[in-house]
């Protein structure tokens, strides 16, 4: 049998928080997962079409207070976004990356408060998608 160090199961993989804003407001958050608690971030993706592109595509997550920005500035219309955690970078200066960086990592992110939120910057956009895959303890 497998010990954990600090629970006794692992954790229970959730339904797919998703976001589907159609004319989203320029710089108003969009709350894709509303604030949970002890949950593991699996991934986190984001997609919107635009018509006059904005100029920045952003997914905020709030862990246990802090706030990490998972930013794209001049997002390609209906592109796929995945979120990637770089250590070198502040927690608000994280990357959203078209390429799917989730090989051989178990998850992104893990805490005992977790808020999900996206917004767009500018632009004429018709949807604002997102996904966040998860598992709660």
Known sequence: MVKYPYRT????FQADAFLSQN???SG???IVLDTT???RIISIHAVCTWTVQPTSLQIDITIDGILHTFKIAEPVSTTY???KLNPANEAIFQG??????AINRPFLLEARSVKVE???TGGTVQNLSARIKYAKY
Do not use: H, R, W
């Open 9 to 12: 199961q692992p954790p229970e």
């Open 23 to 25: 004319d989203p407001v």
């Open 28 to 30: 108003t958050k969009y």
């Open 37 to 39: 608690k002890n949950v």
């Open 81 to 83: 976004y995945y979120g």
């Open 96 to 101: 959203l990356s078209p390429t799917v960086l």
């Open 118 to 120: 996206a917004s767009i």
